[in-house]
Every structure is written in structure tokens, then in C-alpha cells.
């Protein structure tokens, strides 16, 4: 027979266990949380590089810029020159009104040409 100490020996280590088990599904649900943010960052970091670029051609920018607006988003137009000060014309099209802002900051930060 089991004395009275070691019944709650026996009891403390099964909850213990039990314990043990279920931080491990806790602590997976929250690895499995952080995997899903990554990936929304990666995303999102992916998403801001291909847009931070599209201007990439031209050197410097006219002071204007035109902006038409469809059904389905928006086109971009913006004249400059190249590195080599040939002239250049870049249409962007943007699915989204983030898209479209981010290449007007892009327009806005560069050079202009005089």
C-alpha cells in the first residue's frame, strides 16, 4: 500500500506532467503566432521593395506629374531624365491608393530636373 506522502507524490507528478503538456501546445500556438507575423512581415517588406522602385530609371523628375484614375485602380505617369539625360517616361499602374502614394513619395524625393 501507498502511504499518504506518496499518493500526492504520485498526484503532483501526473499534474506536473499534464502541466508540462499543455505548455508545450501553448508554447507551439505561440511559435505557430510569430511564424504567421513573420511571413506577414516578409510580405509586407517584399510588397514595399518591389514599390520603392519604380521609378528606378530616371535620374531626375519633372516638377509634374499626371494621375488617371479607372475602375480598377490608378496610372502613374512620370517624366524625368536617365542617367545619361536622355528623356524618360514611366507609367505605373496601382492596384491600390497605398500603391499610387507610395510613388508619388518616391516622385517627391527625388532630384528634380531644372
Not at 6 to 13: E, L, S, V, Y
Not at 35 to 43: G, S, T
Not at 58 to 65: D, H
Not at 75 to 84: C, K, L, N, P, Y
Request: aromatic share 8%; with cysteine.
Amino acid at each position: 500500500m501507498q502511504t499518504q506522502d506518496t499518493q500526492w507524490k504520485f498526484i503532483n507528478f501526473k499534474m506536473a506532467k499534464r502541466k508540462a503538456k499543455e505548455n508545450t501546445v501553448e508554447d507551439q500556438a505561440v511559435i505557430d503566432e510569430l511564424d504567421e507575423l513573420l511571413l506577414e512581415f516578409d510580405n509586407l517588406v517584399k510588397k514595399e521593395n518591389t514599390m520603392a522602385n519604380k521609378l528606378g530609371k530616371l535620374a531626375k523628375v519633372n516638377e509634374s506629374i499626371t494621375i488617371n484614375r479607372y475602375d480598377n485602380g490608378w496610372m502613374v505617369e512620370v517624366g524625368g531624365r536617365d542617367s545619361d539625360s536622355d528623356w524618360k517616361n514611366c507609367k505605373i499602374l496601382c492596384n491600390t491608393e497605398e500603391e499610387m502614394l507610395a510613388v508619388i513619395q518616391e516622385w517627391n524625393s527625388m532630384e528634380i530636373d531644372s
